[in-house]
């Protein structure tokens, strides 16, 4: 058997219950990562069984679930935490987070500040406390979920872009002063992905303006969880070990042909 490009690693998911952050906890434990998922609930949105058993079941590794509300400090801590008991972190994956279509001049301050104390704070501490872990284990990788909204802006997503856009450059500074420590910090920007954020948030795939969006997108598709998972996996692993402050587009060529 070849080598599994996590073997022995540890990698804390938040959001990994469901969608893109379900296939990152399958792909990296079929790489030999321990599992440790973060999340408000451990029922898949979609179904199934719990990320954590699956990906145990599946391959063997330590999986355990924490409940995780991003924006709950202290559970977030603990949820870093976790990976003690499987050796400590070597991955964080920052991946939860929430997206509303919602005209600008319509946009109360509740939902502003739900959006970016999930998408932006969420992202900011949960990266903070894998660091104090990181730099004192001699170095990991940091992974954020950002979005082609975090590039570009379109109308109706005024908030969702001003998270994303701020999970960018978090991860630019990140990595600038991780970087000598050993931590590399990476962002992934998807592009429309079907998962219940594009079927049911915001139906998109599935409807009316997916079929005029699917004519953006150069690949003629919308993207399968499992491609946001593959590029986490590139970011996490010594594949790309020289890939640092970078912004990983997984989008079809959506972004780059319009
Ligand atoms: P998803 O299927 O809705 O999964 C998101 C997961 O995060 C769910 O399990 C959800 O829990 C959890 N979550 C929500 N709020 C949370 C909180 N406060 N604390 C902890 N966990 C929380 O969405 P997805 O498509 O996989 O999205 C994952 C990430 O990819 C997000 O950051 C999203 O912005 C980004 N992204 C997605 C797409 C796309 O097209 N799907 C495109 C670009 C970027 P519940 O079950 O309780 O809701």
Do not use: W
Not at 92 to 113: L, Y
Request: charged share 20%; glycine share 12%; proline share 3%.
């Amino acid at each position: 058997m070849s080598e599994q490009l996590l073997d022995g690693q540890t990698a804390v998911i938040t959001g990994g219950a469901s969608g893109n952050g379900r296939e990152i906890a399958k792909t990296f434990a079929e790489e030999g990562a321990n599992i440790v998922v973060a999340d408000i609930q451990s029922e898949p949105r979609e179904g199934g069984t719990p990320t954590h058993e699956l990906v145990a079941d599946d391959h063997g590794v330590d999986a355990t679930y924490v409940e995780c509300d991003v924006t709950n400090l202290d559970q977030l801590e603990a949820a870093v935490d976790a990976a003690d008991e499987f050796g400590g972190i070597d991955v964080m994956v920052n991946n939860a987070g929430i997206f509303r279509e919602q005209e600008f001049t319509e946009v109360s301050e509740d939902a502003f500040d739900q959006m970016m104390d999930i998408n932006v704070k969420g992202v900011y501490f949960g990266a903070q406390y894998a660091a104090r872990k990181l730099v004192e284990n001699g170095g990991g990788n940091i992974i954020n979920m950002s979005s082609v909204a975090g590039l570009e802006g379109s109308a109706g997503f005024a908030t969702y872009s001003t998270t994303k856009g701020a999970v960018r450059l978090l991860t630019y500074a990140l990595a600038a002063e991780l970087g000598p420590e050993g931590v590399r910090v990476n962002a992934i920007h998807p592009g429309l992905i079907e998962t219940e954020m594009t079927t049911e948030d915001v139906p998109i795939v599935g409807s009316e303006s997916g079929e005029g969006f699917l004519q953006t997108i150069p690949s003629r598709r919308f993207g399968q969880p499992e491609e946001v998972a593959d590029a986490a996996l590139y970011l996490a692993s010594d594949l790309s070990s020289y890939v640092n402050g970078e912004s990983l587009v997984v989008d079809g060529g959506m972004t780059n042909t319009g």
